[in-house]
């Protein structure tokens, strides 16, 4: 058991493997929550998704005609998740500059994964 004091956080130490995979596995979850709390109608601003029934869903599973917004869920993790970075001003060249740069980065391959390669059933 770990002691009560003891905090580990990945996004603590900057520039790190681990860091950029928690960039960007929270950003495919915010994605990923969204994009089902518009679904079923958790969220005043967003409804289900148009979208046809996909055609990768297995035969015997009835569709319902409403799947996850992922449209919606990836526009607003753009906004949500990204805002720090894009509000920090930093030199040009700076190690900071490239820290901010670098969490952009992993910010949107976690989006892009959620958006092209999950099933929204």
């Known amino acids: 058991k770990m002691p009560a004091n003891l905090t580990v956080c990945v996004f603590c130490r900057p520039a790190s493997r681990e860091a950029a995979f928690a960039h960007a596995v929270a950003a495919a979850g915010v994605v990923h929550s969204v994009s089902r709390a518009c679904r079923d109608g958790q ?7 148009s979208e046809l029934r ?12 409403c799947g996850d917004n ?23 060249a700076s190690l900071a500059q490239g820290r901010k740069l670098m ?3 992993n910010n949107e ?3 892009r994964v959620r958006a092209r390669f999950l099933p929204s059933p």
């Open 43 to 49: 969220l005043g601003s967003c409804g289900c998704s």
């Open 54 to 65: 996909p055609d990768n869903l297995r035969r015997d599973w009835i569709w319902g005609g």
């Open 70 to 92: 992922v449209a919606y869920g990836y526009r607003f993790t753009e906004g949500f998740v990204d805002v720090r970075e894009r509000e920090q001003n930093h030199p040009r």
């Open 103 to 105: 969490n952009l980065h």
């Open 109 to 111: 391959a976690g989006r």
